[in-house]
């Protein structure tokens, strides 16, 4: 079966997005991008929820996404993709799977197929429904040495607390910390 993982940047005071869905805070260079692309390149999949994957849809195919950050533009444009939403009618990314149904019932039919690890970005009110659902297998949270004061937090709407296992930290030079989580009831 494959594993859900959860990738969000994160600031230190724990929002996702800044104040009107701002990311212009995320602390990027050379030394992320490469990371990016080694996360993008283990994957066989891309979840999103309706916000974040019209976010990632108009950027990810435009001329710019495509002249600034070559490598990345073109995983996500090939990388299989599922928008989890109730609301689109449609969606027209290459390669998307848009799915209406119950999310927890979806992913874990689409667990259940072959291949490798998927990967959920950005998404909030997605991921909550799904760790809430036992369906994230690692969580990846990349902090970033910033505080907001204000923005969407990432856990928001969690209804019970979820024990989680720390099984990895990577600590890159422009002071960006990644933290790697299992559930308690998944760790190794």
Do not use: C
């Amino acid at each position: 079966m494959r594993k859900v993982i959860l990738f969000n940047l994160m600031s230190l005071d724990g929002f996702f997005e800044g104040p009107n869905r701002s990311i212009e805070w995320h602390n990027v260079d050379d030394e992320f991008n490469d990371f990016a692309v080694e996360q993008v390149s283990s994957t066989d999949g891309l979840i999103f929820g309706q916000v974040t994957y019209e976010m990632m849809a108009e950027y990810w195919p435009s001329e710019e996404a495509i002249r600034s950050d070559p490598i990345i533009a073109d995983w996500m444009n090939k990388l299989p993709k599922y928008v989890f939403s109730h609301t689109l009618n449609r969606a027209d990314w290459h390669n998307t799977t848009l799915v209406n149904g119950d999310a927890a019932v979806e992913l874990r039919k689409i667990k259940g197929e072959s291949g490798r690890d998927l990967f959920v970005f950005g998404s909030a009110d997605l991921s909550t429904s799904l760790i809430q659902n036992n369906l994230i297998d690692e969580y990846r949270v990349l902090v970033n040495p910033i505080l907001l004061g204000q923005g969407t937090p990432l856990f928001h709407g969690l209804k019970d607390p979820v024990s989680l296992q720390h099984i990895h930290t990577r600590t890159f030079t422009n002071g960006n910390v990644l933290l790697t989580y299992q559930p308690v009831s998944r760790a190794m």
